[in-house]
T-cell receptor, first 110, second 111 residues
Framework: DAGVTQSPTHLIKTRGQHVTLRCSPI?????VSWYQQVLGQGPQFIFQ???????GRGNFPDRFSARQFPNYSSELNVNALLLGDSALYLCASSLVLGYTFGSGTRLTVV | KQEVTQIPAALSVPEGENLVLNCSFT??????LQWFRQDPGKGLTSLLL?????REQTSGRLNASLDKSSGRSTLYIAASQPGDSATYLC??????????FGSGTKLNVKP
């Protein structure tokens, strides 16, 4: 079985631009969560979606948004990028217990 | 406010040594706790998941324990190998909604 798939793997954007990150969960997993990991720190929770509904939101500005599609894949959108948005963005999926993480998207804002 | 602390932040040991990584959390009403491994620039690999009703879980050379009353979990690695070198992250789940992560312990196992 394929694991959690994220695309793209690396991305360079300019301040003020918009970015869309994509995640495909493990087949059958209905819950998808997004995390931001800044260098040297543990991941910080951004969003959780379950059955296409938002179930949780972390302490991130409204520039961050997400959605989940009928096939349970998900997108994370970030508007008006700031230098501080540079990080590894991780997607995780879950069936019942525990989470499986993807390899992440490395976003660099210049 | 839920906080997760991992001590030590970094650890360097010779190959073959047994070692313990520590994780503490402020709110003991957890749903479950999961230990992850992260290699540089990579995603997270799940090592062990402990439910709130469990005291420990084992997988190979790894053993994780949970003491909810004291707000602590430990990850024990037996007979460490250079391939164990990575950052180990503890994540606490309170309501099947989101994980709170510690900052990790960076482990270096010297040949």
């Amino acid at each position: 079985d394929a694991g959690v798939t994220q695309s793209p793997t690396h991305l360079i954007k300019t301040r003020g631009q918009h970015v869309t990150l994509r995640c495909s969960p493990i087949s059958g997993h209905k819950s998808v969560s997004w995390y931001q990991q800044v260098l040297g720190q543990g991941p910080q929770f951004i969003f959780q979606y379950y059955e296409k509904e938002e179930r949780g939101r972390g302490n991130f500005p409204d520039r961050f948004s997400a959605r989940q599609f009928p096939n349970y894949s998900s997108e994370l959108n970030v508007n008006a990028l700031l230098l501080g948005d540079s990080a590894l963005y991780l997607c995780a999926s879950s069936l019942v217990l525990g989470y499986t993480f993807g390899s992440g998207t490395r976003l660099t804002v210049v | 406010k839920q906080e997760v602390t991992q001590i030590p932040a970094a650890l360097s040991v010779p190959e073959g040594e047994n070692l313990v990584l520590n994780c503490s959390f402020t709110d003991s009403a957890i749903y479950n706790l999961q230990w992850f491994r992260q290699d540089p620039g990579k995603g997270l690999t799940s090592l062990l998941l402990i439910q709130s009703s469990q005291r420990e879980q084992t997988s190979g050379r790894l053993n994780a324990s949970l003491d909810k009353s004291s707000g602590r979990s430990t990850l024990y690695i037996a007979a460490s190998q250079p391939g164990d070198s990575a950052t180990y992250l503890c994540a606490v789940n309170y309501n099947f909604n989101k994980f709170y992560f510690g900052s990790g312990t960076k482990l270096n196992v010297k040949p």
